[in-house]
């Protein structure tokens, strides 16, 4: 055994671990400089920063009955978006699958309008929809739907792509027609996966519903603006308290069901 070979092929591996080193050193500084950043101002404001969180406690917890309804309102909102974005993702994802869909000028457009659809942020879309609808929690039912049927139907297509083709392969050779190949051949094999992304778009949902309310979609977001808007930063905290709780019983509830379903 050569000592000097072993050198020679461990610098490789250190020379891309110093480049990359450098490569982040000069993205961060880069940001840094171009962002108008001051670590000054950052230490300077350090004293506002700590009277703001002294203000926020203790929080208080009789503002609970003041916003229990609107957090099921939050719930309420994820649930349909979730459930009608799942809806329209089921034939956007098989328009998008090439092994579903062989003719590339159809499921490449579709591709593309998924790609624009995750584009828009889903505070974007809710302020477009507030401006259709007006205020309320439809805006934000509109917002959700689209925003999880383009998350769906993305990880839905990948996985459909990634199938096993035997069985399809048998269907066609006796066969089947293609309502029966994808109903008896590729559903089976990829609703287990479909349960999962909606799953996981719901707990999204719900940490996107919560802040929805600030461009008027209602929700417990409404409530953050009212409390910080009148500086009465104990009830903002509550209203993060709460929401906190929910997300973490949610996504606890969620990856319980993802693990029995997986």
């Keep these: 055994m050569n ?9 490789p591996g250190r020379t891309k671990h110093v480049l990359t080193a450098v490569l982040v050193l000069l993205l961060l500084w880069g940001s840094y400089a171009q962002t108008g950043s001051s670590i000054t101002a ?5 004293p ?5 969180l002294r203000e926020m406690f203790p929080p208080r917890w009789s503002y609970l009955d003041n916003i229990a309804g609107a957090m099921l309102e939050t719930v309420r909102m994820a649930i349909a978006g979730t459930t009608f974005g799942a809806m329209l993702a089921i034939p956007v994802s098989l328009l998008s699958a090439s092994n579903v869909i062989r003719r590339g000028w159809i499921f490449y457009p579709v591709r593309l309008v998924l790609n624009l659809i995750r584009a828009i942020p889903d505070l974007l879309l809710a302020s477009i929809f507030v401006a259709v609808f007006g205020l309320g929690v439809v805006p934000g039912i509109f917002a959700l739907s689209i925003f999880s049927m383009g998350l769906i139907a993305k990880l839905t297509f990948e996985s459909v792509e990634t199938i096993d083709p035997g069985p399809l392969e048998a269907m066609t050779a006796v066969g089947a027609n293609k309502i029966q ?5 590729l559903i089976p094999q990829v609703s287990p996966s479909f349960i999962s992304y909606v799953l996981y778009t719901f707990e999204i949902n719900v940490r996107a519903a919560a802040i929805l309310g600030l461009v008027g979609a209602g929700g417990i977001g409404q409530y ?9 930063y104990d009830k903002t905290n509550t209203i993060i ?9 949610i996504d606890y509830a969620s990856t319980w069901l993802r693990g029995k379903l997986g």
Excluded: H, S
């Design 224 to 232: 953050y603006e009212k409390t910080l808007g009148f500086l009465e």
């Design 181 to 185: 190949w994808i109903v008896y051949g």
């Design 48 to 52: 506002n920063m700590l009277e703001l």
């Design 42 to 46: 950052l230490v300077q404001g350090l």
């Design 241 to 249: 308290v709460f929401t906190l709780a929910v997300v973490l019983l």
């Design 3 to 11: 000592p000097n070979a072993d050198r020679m092929r461990d610098k």
